[in-house]
C-alpha cells in the first residue's frame, strides 16, 4: 500500500521523469494493487501520458503475468530504437536536443559505443531543468555536451545536423506530443533544413485520437515557473505542445524509422489491441 501510494506520488509531481519511465512506474504501482479505484488513480495522475494508459490498459487483467511482460516490452523497444536511431549518427555530427528523453540518451550512447564522435547542444528545460538531467547522464559517459539557455536554441541549432527529442504522446493525424518549446525549435530547425526525429515507444500512440479526442495538454502550477507572483500576474505554465507532423523527419521507435502519418499506421497494425 505504502509503495503503492509513493509511486502515485513521484509519478504526479514529476520526481518521475519520462514518458516511458512513466508508464513503468505505473505498471510496478498496479503490479502492487490493482482493484478498480487504484487503476482510476493511476490514470488521472497525468493527463499527457498515454503510455502510462496503454500499458495499464494491457497488464489490468493480470496484472502478476501481464505486468513483467509490459516491462519487458519497454526493456526490448528502448534497445531497439537505440540500435535504429545510432545508424543516424555519423562522425563529426553536432545533435541538438530539448529537454530529457531516455530513448534519446539511449540512441546517443549507442551511437558512443559504437565509437562515433560527436557532441551534443542541450538545453536547460525550466521551469524544472530537466535539461540538466540530460547533460549530466550524457557526460557522465564521456559525450561532449554544451549546455545552453532554453532562448538560445536557435544558436545552437544553426550548428547542429539533427534535432532529436522524445514524445509523450503521438496522436491518430501524426501529431508528436512533446515537452513545451518542442515545435519552436522544430520550426527553427526546418529553416536551417535540420533534419528533425522524434525518438520514442511505440505505445505512446493515443487511440483516443481516432475518435477525435483532443491529447489534453498538462497545465502544471504556476508556482513552478514563479512561486510568488505579483497579483494581476497570470503564468500559464504549460507542460506540452503538439508538433506538427510536416515538421519531422522522422519518428524512431521499435518499429523502425517511418515519417508520422506511417508510424501511426505501423502502431495499429503491430498492436491492434491498442486500438
Known amino acids: 500500500m505504502g509503495n503503492f501510494e509513493r509511486i502515485?506520488?513521484?509519478?504526479?509531481?514529476?520526481?518521475?521523469?519520462?514518458?516511458?519511465?512513466?508508464?513503468?512506474?505505473?505498471?510496478?504501482?498496479?503490479?502492487?494493487?490493482?482493484?478498480?479505484?487504484?487503476?482510476?488513480?493511476?490514470?488521472?495522475?497525468?493527463?499527457?501520458?498515454?503510455?502510462?494508459?496503454?500499458?495499464?490498459?494491457?497488464?489490468?487483467?493480470?496484472?502478476?503475468?501481464?505486468?513483467?511482460i509490459a516491462l519487458k516490452h519497454f526493456e526490448v523497444s528502448k534497445k531497439k530504437l537505440a540500435d535504429y536511431g545510432a545508424e543516424k549518427i555519423e562522425d563529426g555530427m553536432n545533435v541538438f536536443t530539448h529537454c530529457h528523453s531516455s530513448s534519446v540518451v539511449a540512441i546517443l550512447k549507442k551511437a558512443k559505443e559504437q565509437g562515433k564522435k560527436f557532441e551534443v547542444y542541450n538545453t536547460e528545460t525550466r521551469p524544472l531543468f530537466q535539461g540538466r538531467k540530460t547533460a549530466k547522464e550524457l557526460s557522465s559517459m564521456g559525450i561532449r555536451v554544451t549546455h545552453v539557455v532554453d532562448s538560445a536554441a536557435r544558436i545552437a541549432l544553426k550548428d547542429c545536423d539533427m534535432f532529436l527529442f522524445g514524445a509523450d504522446a503521438i496522436t491518430s493525424e501524426g501529431k508528436v506530443v512533446n515537452k513545451i518549446g518542442t515545435e519552436m525549435f522544430a520550426e527553427v530547425a526546418e529553416k536551417y533544413d535540420t533534419d528533425v526525429y522524434s525518438c520514442t515507444d511505440s505505445w505512446k500512440y493515443d487511440p483516443q485520437t481516432v475518435f477525435g479526442k483532443k491529447e489534453p495538454i498538462e497545465i502544471r502550477d504556476a508556482g513552478e515557473v514563479w512561486p510568488a507572483a505579483p497579483k494581476g500576474v497570470r503564468v500559464l505554465n504549460l507542460a506540452f505542445e503538439r508538433v506538427k507532423p510536416e515538421l519531422i523527419t522522422a519518428v524512431i521507435s521499435e518499429l523502425g524509422v517511418h515519417p508520422p502519418t506511417v508510424f501511426v499506421q505501423e502502431v495499429r497494425r503491430v498492436y491492434p489491441w491498442i486500438e
Not at 508508464?23 to 499527457?48: E, F
Open 8 to 68: 502515485c506520488s513521484d509519478i504526479k509531481s514529476v520526481k518521475i521523469q519520462g514518458a516511458e519511465n512513466v508508464a513503468i512506474a505505473g505498471i510496478k504501482a498496479l503490479m502492487i494493487k490493482s482493484d478498480a479505484a487504484s487503476i482510476k488513480k493511476l490514470l488521472s495522475l497525468r493527463p499527457t501520458e498515454p503510455a502510462l494508459r496503454n500499458a495499464v490498459r494491457f497488464a489490468r487483467k493480470d496484472p502478476k503475468n501481464l505486468g513483467p
